[in-house]
């Protein structure tokens, strides 16, 4: 392996805007993609369309087991991981009073568990890369101050909870030389905002944001860590 190839794992990137950071970070120099996502099928199209430097794994992170991507990368003969996207999120839309136990259990579960859980696996990597940078992808909903929505009460919540971790790690992994930081996103049109919100028309769309989460993930760490960074074009 060329000892300049850097390498990204991206998490939720079979649709939207991790099959965009995904695609768009394969296509620059000296740099490989792990995507990760439950769709074989979206996946195998993901690899086509990328080309050589992306890679997929079908992981379910609901329910699967982290080792399975620590044992990818040591089967491939790799110790060094430049970066994460932690894309991947579940949003359920429904009045407070209905939403269910089931309902709570996997928004945190996939916003918050598997990012928490991801990253203490890959730890071990990230420290053998040179300033390595961990990036969750979390909302605007989940930031204080910001305008809330009804019926995004889990959704919004553990969005929340995944924008404090940011600011944990990047505390705890200072001396690790890896840096965390979390973009608050507002509206992109994806199929999970489509699916929540019929009818709504966002003002960007996954090409364009994941055009910006590339180029974060890889330079966004020299100048900022521990920070949750809006990345909208409402205000609040």
Known sequence: ????????VVTGASNGIGYETALQLSQLPET??????RSKEKL???EKIAGKNLQSLVFDLEKDDTGLIVKWFEN????AINGIVHNAGFLVNKPFALITKEDLAKSYQVNVFAPFLLTQSLIPFLKNATLAHIVHISSMGGVQGSSKFAGLSAY??????LSILTECLAQELTEEKISVNCLALGAVQTEMLAHAFPGY???LQPNEMGEFISWFVINGNRFFNGKILPVALSTP
Do not use: E, F, R
């Not at 919004?156 to 909870?161: E, N, Q």
């Open 1 to 8: 392996m060329n000892v300049k190839t850097k390498w990204y």
């Open 32 to 37: 490989k993609v792990l995507a990760i996502a």
């Open 44 to 46: 195998q199209k993901l």
């Open 76 to 79: 491939q003969g790799i110790n």
């Open 156 to 161: 919004s919540s553990s969005k929340g909870a």
């Open 201 to 203: 028309d966002a003002p």
